[in-house]
């Protein structure tokens, strides 16, 4: 069993920068492929991006892409979403996940737990 707790999200204006934590704790944080993911009200999860349990692979939505890194710290237990050139559209509930493999998946199926969410708000 794994249990994750998400933390960072905020009220941030257009083009700001936030970074979202995702900390583990039960088993070896390190066994596990972890993804983020997103949800306004009335949308599907959305994927965001995953990283590999070595952090050693990563990816990312086309709508992230270039603008959102993810990467871990397994000593720590803890993987992180820096968020920059943030947009309108990021609005959203944003949840990490965890599976137990080596790579992460775009789908949400793909995962065993997840956080409970926390919200960004991007201003315009």
């Known amino acids: 069993q794994v249990q994750l707790l998400e933390s960072g999200g905020g009220l941030v204006q257009a083009g700001g920068s936030l970074r979202l934590s995702c900390a583990a704790s039960?088993?070896?944080?390190?066994?596990?492929?972890v993804g983020w993911f997103r949800q306004t009200p009335g949308k599907e999860r959305e994927f965001v991006a995953a990283i590999s349990w070595s952090g050693g692979s990563t990816s990312y939505a086309d709508s992230v892409k270039g603008r959102f890194t993810i990467s871990r710290d397994n000593a720590k237990n803890t993987v992180y979403l820096q968020m920059s050139s943030l947009k309108p559209e990021d609005t959203a509930v944003y949840y990490c996940?965890?599976?137990?493999?080596?790579?992460?998946?775009?789908?949400?199926?793909?995962?065993?737990?997840w956080g409970q969410g926390t919200q960004v708000t991007v201003s315009s």
């Open positions: 039960g088993r070896p944080f390190s066994s596990y492929a």
């Open positions: 996940a965890a599976r137990r493999a080596s790579l992460g998946v775009v789908y949400s199926a793909g995962y065993d737990y």
